[in-house]
Every structure is written in C-alpha cells, then in structure tokens.
C-alpha cells in the first residue's frame, strides 16, 4: 500500500514538474513576442538631395511675347499637326481651347459643338473621348489634313514638357462649365508637372472660387475692358504666380497698361493682323500679343528695340 502511495505521489510531483515547465516555455515565448524594438534613427541617403515642389517658371513668360492666333493659319485649329508645325516654325508656346467630354477627358476645341470643326455634330460634353475619335478634325481644313484626330490634353502636356515650351489653356466658351472645370484642369497641369510651363485663361468670376486661395498658377485673366474691372480683378493675382491681363485691343489705354505693371500684372492683347497696329502694342507697352501675323523678325528689332518672342495662341 504504501509503494502504491508512493508511486502515486511521485507520478503527481512529475505531472506537476511537467506542467510547470510547459508554463514557463509559454511565458518566455509570450515575453519574446513583447519585446519593445529599439527606434532607428533617420539618416539621409547619402547623395539624396532634399525633395521640393516649387514651381520654377518658364524663361518665356519673362519680356514679350508675340502670341499666334489658332496655331498657324493653314492647319485645322487646336490639332496635334497644327501644334506642331507652330513648333517646328519657331513658336515657343500655344494657346490651346480646352473642353470636357463626357467621360471627363480633357480635348482640344474652340467650340462645344464640334460640326464647324469636324466632320460630326454633336456637343463635346455629351460625347466619350472614344466616340469623339470617330470623327476626323481636319479635312475641314484641306484633303491634305483628312484623318486629323481630336488632340488629348494629356498627350500635349507631355509634349510640351519635353521640348520646355508653353502651353496655355482656354476654356470653352461657357461660362457655367468653367467653374467645374479649373479643378481638375489644374490638378492634371499639377500632376504633368507643368504648372511653370502652363497658363490658365478664364474670366475673374470664373477664377474666384478656385483663387480663393493661394495657387501656384499662372492666370490670364479675360474680360477686362476698362480701369473699374482691371482694380476688381487686382486681389486675385496678389494670390497666383503671375497674372496677365487679357484685354482687346480696341480697350487698350495706357492707363490700364502702367496701372498693371505697377502692381506686378503683365497685359496681352488679341488679335492683332497689321504690323503697325502690332507695333502700336509694343509701343504702349503690352507684353503678350495675340497675332495671325507669320513669327518672322520684326523691323523695329534691329533698330535696338526689345524683342519679341513668338508664341501660339488662340
């Protein structure tokens, strides 16, 4: 009796050992999961410099800037041929009218109905990028153009980012799309990396709720007739990288030309077709210059006078 007692109290005292042993394995695995790690501290990459997201902008916005209307004369309007056979002529940037389709595709048009341009009818905002290539955007032109496609905004950014150029954006001529437009607009512009190359053409009204805050932008800002709408329009470019005045030349004084450069704005004007009248402009002061006139050298150059660097606008 007593072994059997015996062996039955150290059987008990094995289990026990046993079970103890099991626990503290337990806990020592449970503490090894809760072991705090030891901070590591940032270092630079050597040779990473540090990371910015200024907008540098381009040399070509600086002096004057001769602006052609539409691209050139002879190519169907806002189409990748005529953009770059403006290029290929010297120009430094183009004006481009930008609308929306209805699959939120940024295109090329003046218009909003493409039949005056196209070969179709029918609103860009109703119709998909991929119903809109359907449709040839230059034998309007001449049977050399036939085949011309609608141009993409994001295909032309690219462009113009490789070769440094400038490209600026007009939107189409509805004014209750535009508000709705200028965010995204900028956000594409933003994410090409081309707000130093780009600038943004629209009406103060228009601009007001996006510049409601400080944007690194360049705007020009349309439908400034006289000095009432040039003093309304100045506390919208104390918040933009550089603002221009777009005005007609029949609005042209110089009043509102020194009042502009004394409050930093620069003044384009449009659309001139005489080289007198061209001069004029230069004469009063006006930096950018809307023309249907060829990007050739100007008399008055040699004669000492500033420059003009041709652009493309519409």
């Not at 026990?16 to 337990?26: G, H, K, N, Q, T």
């Not at 050139?72 to 041929?81: A, F, I, Q, R």
């Not at 990288?241 to 930093?264: P, Q, R």
């Not at 009248?277 to 950018?288: A, F, N, P, Q, T």
Request: aromatic share 10%.
């Amino acid at each position: 009796m007593r072994v059997k007692n015996f062996l039955c109290f150290k059987l008990t005292l094995v289990r026990v050992a046993l079970f103890l042993s099991l626990f503290f394995v337990a806990f020592s695995c449970d503490q090894a999961d809760f072991v705090e790690p030891y901070e590591v501290e940032d270092h630079p990459v050597v040779g990473q410099e540090e990371q910015t997201d200024a907008v540098v902008l381009s040399p070509y916005f600086d002096g004057h800037l001769l602006i052609a209307h539409r691209g050139l004369p002879d190519y169907p309007e806002n189409t990748y041929v005529s953009v770059d056979a403006a290029v290929a002529k010297g120009f430094k940037a183009v004006e481009c009218d930008i609308c929306m389709t209805a699959d939120s595709v940024f295109v090329l048009s003046h218009d909003m109905d493409i039949a005056r341009c196209s070969n179709g009818k029918g609103r860009v905002n109703d119709m998909t990028y991929e119903q809109l290539l359907a449709y040839d955007f230059g034998s309007w032109k001449g049977r050399q153009f036939v085949g011309e496609k609608i141009a993409r905004l994001d295909d032309l950014l690219d462009y113009f980012k490789e070769k440094g150029l400038i490209i600026e954006l007009d939107l189409a001529d509805e004014t209750r799309f535009k508000r709705q437009w200028i965010p995204p607009l900028y956000e594409l512009v933003k994410r090409k990396g081309m707000l130093g190359q780009t600038m943004f053409t629209a009406t103060q009204d228009e601009f007001s709720d996006f510049l409601s805050e400080s944007r690194d932008i360049v705007i020009s800002v349309s439908g400034v007739t006289n000095m009432t709408t040039a003093q309304r329009a100045l506390p919208m470019s104390k918040n933009v990288l550089l603002c221009n005045y777009s005005i007609h030349y029949n609005n042209l004084t110089d009043k509102i030309v020194d009042y502009a450069h004394t409050n930093g704005i620069k003044v384009k004007t449009w659309t001139i077709v005489s080289e007198s009248k061209l001069r004029e402009c230069v004469d009063i002061g006006v930096d950018y210059i809307i023309t249907e006139l060829p990007p050739e050298p100007w008399p008055w150059e040699d004669e000492g006078q500033t420059s003009i660097i041709p652009i493309m606008a519409d």
